[in-house]
């Protein structure tokens, strides 16, 4: 199966050589208003409102910091209600960027993709650092191929390409959204331009693999890239599925089986994996 493209690559500012996060340093700035557009130093809550004041200056940096931790930490919902209690009145446009930043990463982790919009929408309309703008637009690519818009998705996508940020990650969400709405040579190419950036991507040679053998474009090369793919990450469900799929396009009933076996095992809820077994054994 072609692998849903994943948040994992964009956490935070860290992620990028020589660039941290900001952690929420606290100066004077513009104020919250109600109502309307938020502005420089104004974020809007989930709601549409202002988000609540309340603490000394110390214990707004203090929250934002700690929410920026709990992030890192994976404790998506104890970050969010972390960072909705931060006091953003005297927060710069930087802070506010920051602080919207991860709110939306939150809403995006505990899959309240709407909300998440709203957060990451403010930052690249906003927001004056380059890193964190592609940030946001990769995330937002990735919330809007999870919930089947997309076109939306290249247009995010395709503007970060031709504003020159090239990135393996970039081009096998492109290839995903492409694959979604079944085109497939536009998919190939995608997944192609990223094994041109990074040869062992699994992610790229899971994808390529898939779409080569499920379209029956090239079952023998569509093989070999679902095999590549397992060599370098061996428990991957999703990986061991299209193995299994691209044994039973090229015939190979046993090896089929055995691959899919040990996807189910893995994954036994992922309902196009049960498909694809129940397709090649009968079994439910």
């Given at each position: ?223 070999r890239c679902c095999k590549k793919a397992v060599d370098l990450k061996p428990l ?33 809820a992922q309902k196009e994996i049960k498909e ?9």
């Open positions: 199966m072609a692998e849903k493209p994943g948040t994992d690559g964009f956490p935070d500012k860290s992620s990028y050589p020589g660039q941290q996060a900001s952690g929420g340093q606290q100066t004077s700035g513009g104020k919250q208003t109600s109502g309307g557009k938020p502005g420089p130093g104004e974020l809007k809550d989930a709601k549409g409102g202002g988000i609540p004041a309340g603490g000394d200056a110390v214990n707004r940096k203090g929250t934002l910091q700690e929410g920026i931790r709990l992030y890192k930490l994976k404790r998506w919902d104890v970050a969010l209600a972390e960072l909705q209690r931060v006091n953003s009145e005297r927060f710069t446009p930087e802070d506010n960027a920051e602080l919207a930043y991860y709110l939306g990463l939150c809403f995006t982790k505990l899959e309240r993709y709407d909300d998440a919009l709203l957060y990451l929408e403010q930052v690249v309309t906003s927001d004056q650092d380059i890193l964190r703008i592609y940030q946001c637009r990769m995330t937002l690519a990735y919330i809007y191929v999870i919930t089947r818009r997309s076109k939306m998705a290249e247009f995010e996508l395709k503007r970060l390409a031709n504003n020159g940020f090239e990135s393996a990650q970039l081009y096998t969400t492109l290839a995903y959204a492409a694959w979604i709405q079944k085109h497939y040579r536009q998919s190939i190419d995608y997944y192609e331009k990223a094994l041109d950036l990074d040869e062992n991507n699994a992610t790229a040679l899971n994808g390529l693999g898939f779409v080569l053998v499920d379209a029956d474009i090239d079952l023998i090369r569509g093989l991957n469900p999703a990986y061991l599925d299209s193995l299994g799929w691209a044994y039973f396009k090229c015939g190979e009933l046993l090896e089929a089986r055995t691959w899919l076996r040990r996807a189910m095992d893995a994954a036994p694809h077994f129940r397709a090649v054994t009968g079994e439910m």
